[in-house]
C-alpha cells in the first residue's frame, strides 16, 4: 500500500527543562463514558493508554451521571481491565447529561483530591467537549489527540492533518493532561463478567457542587437516528460516500451495502455539507478518526483532510471513476469505475446479511 509521507519532527530532547521527574510516582485519572450502563470501548482504549504511561500506575475511573445506568456502568467498570485501581462515582442529576462545564468542574473536584499525575480522555467529542475547560480551571496546557506515549512525559502526536508527527515533552507543574486516539491504543476485550479483578467503587463527595456549578449552558434535547449499526468509530468495516453520490436518496445505497457488510456508514465532509447525512458520519481530520479492518470508500477524492481521518485503517478499497484520484495512492485495491454501477452489483452478488 502507498503510504502517505510521515515526517518525524520536533524529536527534541528536553529532559533537563523537564520540571517534572519521571522518577515521581504516576497516578491517572481516566475519563468514562457510558451509555445504557455500558461503558463505551474508548475508555478501554483510554486505559491502555494510561497503561503504558509507566509500570506503577494507579488508574481511577471517573464516572458521572445518575440512576440506574450509572450504577450498571459503575459495576461493569470495576471488572473492566485489571489494571483499574478504584472506580469513581458522581451520582446527580446535574450530570445526566455529559455538558461541559459541570463536568469540567468535576475533574477539578477530583484532581484536587486524587492529585494525579495525569488525567486522560479519549480524543471524541466527549472528551473533546470538556479538556479544554477543565484544563482551564487547572491552569494546564492538555496534549491533545495522542499517537504514542514514548514516557510519561513524552508524546507522539500528528500535525498538519497527520501529514507530520510531532514529539512534545509536557513541563507544566500541573497534572498532564491528555487525550488520545482511540485507534492507536487498541484496547483488549471487555473483561465485563470477570468478578477476579473487581476494583472498589467509591463516591465522590459533591457537597461542594451546587447550581452555579452546572454553568451557563442547558441541555435542550437529543436527537439522534436508532441505528442497528456498529458505531463508525469502532466499527471492523466502514463504507464511505462522498459527493459523488449527489443526493440523500443515492446515498442509501451506501447505507444498503453498510447493512449488507454489518459495517458503519461513513461521509465525507462534502457529503455531510450536501446533507446528504448527519454530520457525526464525518470520517476526518474534523470528523472522526477511524482505523476499520476493512474501510470501502465509495466516490471519495481521497482529500487530504479525508485522510487523516482513515489512513490508519487495515485494508482500504476505493472505487472512484478518476484513475489519477488521490484516494488510489492509499488504497490496497482500487477500481477505476462508475459508484452507480459497482455498488448495485456489489448489492446483487453479495449473499443477505444473516
Ligand atoms: C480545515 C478543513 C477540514 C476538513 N475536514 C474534512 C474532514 O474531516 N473530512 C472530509 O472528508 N473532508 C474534510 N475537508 C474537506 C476536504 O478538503 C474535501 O473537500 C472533501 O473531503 C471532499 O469530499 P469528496 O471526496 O466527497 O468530494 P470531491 O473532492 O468532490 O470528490 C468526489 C470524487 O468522486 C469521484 N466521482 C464522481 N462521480 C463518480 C462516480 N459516478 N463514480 C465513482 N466516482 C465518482 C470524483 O472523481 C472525485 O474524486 C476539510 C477541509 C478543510 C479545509
Redesign the pocket.
Known amino acids: 500500500m502507498a503510504s502517505i509521507a510521515v515526517i518525524r519532527a520536533l524529536r527534541r530532547r528536553m529532559s533537563s527543562t523537564s520540571s517534572i521527574s519521571p522518577s515521581r510516582s504516576i497516578s491517572t485519572l481516566v475519563l468514562g463514558e457510558f451509555e445504557g450502563g455500558r461503558i463505551k470501548p474508548s475508555c478501554l482504549s483510554a486505559v491502555e493508554a494510561a497503561k503504558s504511561l509507566g509500570k506503577d500506575n494507579s488508574i481511577s475511573m471517573l464516572l458521572a451521571g445518575s440512576g440506574s445506568s450509572l450504577r450498571e456502568a459503575a459495576a461493569m467498570a470495576a471488572s473492566l481491565h485489571p489494571s483499574v485501581s478504584e472506580v469513581l462515582v458522581a451520582d446527580s442529576d446535574m450530570f445526566a447529561h455529559p455538558l461541559a462545564e459541570p463536568w469540567a468542574k468535576l475533574i477539578h473536584l477530583a484532581q484536587q483530591k486524587g492529585s494525579y499525575s495525569h488525567v486522560i480522555a479519549s480524543s471524541g467529542s466527549f472528551g473533546k467537549n470538556i479538556f479544554p475547560r477543565a484544563a482551564a480551571l487547572l491552569d494546564v496546557s492538555p496534549i491533545t489527540d495522542v499517537v504514542e506515549i514514548s514516557d510519561s512525559h513524552l508524546f507522539v502526536r500528528p500535525i498538519y492533518a497527520g501529514n507530520a508527527l510531532s514529539t512534545v515533552r509536557y513541563t507544566g507543574a500541573g497534572p498532564c493532561m491528555l487525550t488520545i486516539r482511540s485507534t492507536s491504543f487498541p484496547a483488549s476485550t471487555i473483561i465485563d463478567d470477570s468478578k477476579s479483578n473487581e476494583a472498589p467503587i467509591s463516591q465522590v463527595d459533591l457537597s461542594t457542587f451546587n447550581e452555579e456549578s452546572v454553568g451557563k449552558s442547558r441541555f435542550v434535547k437529543l436527537a439522534s437516528q436508532a441505528t442497528e449499526r456498529p458505531d463508525l468509530g469502532n466499527a471492523r468495516v466502514v463504507v464511505t460516500g462522498?459527493?459523488?453520490l449527489k443526493t440523500a436518496e443515492n446515498f442509501k445505497m451506501i447505507e444498503k451495502l453498510a447493512e449488507k457488510l454489518g459495517a458503519a456508514v461513513g461521509a465525507?465532509?462534502?457529503?455531510v455539507d450536501a446533507g446528504y447525512v448527519p454530520n457525526d458520519l464525518?470520517?476526518?481530520?474534523?470528523?472522526k478518526i477511524v482505523a476499520p479492518e476493512l474501510y470501502m470508500a465509495?466516490?471519495?477524492?481521497?482529500?487530504?483532510?479525508?485522510l487523516?481521518?482513515m489512513k490508519d485503517s487495515k485494508v482500504i478499497v476505493a472505487?472512484?471513476?478518476?484513475a489519477d484520484?488521490p484516494?488510489f495512492q492509499v488504497a490496497d485495491y482500487g477500481l477505476v469505475?462508475?459508484?452507480?454501477e459497482v455498488i448495485p452489483e456489489l448489492l446483487e452478488k453479495l449473499p443477505e446479511k444473516k
Open positions: 462522498g459527493r459523488a465525507t465532509r462534502a457529503a464525518q470520517v476526518g481530520q474534523t470528523g465509495f466516490g471519495v477524492s481521497g482529500a487530504i483532510q479525508h487523516a481521518g472505487v472512484n471513476k478518476d484520484a484516494i469505475g462508475d459508484l452507480f
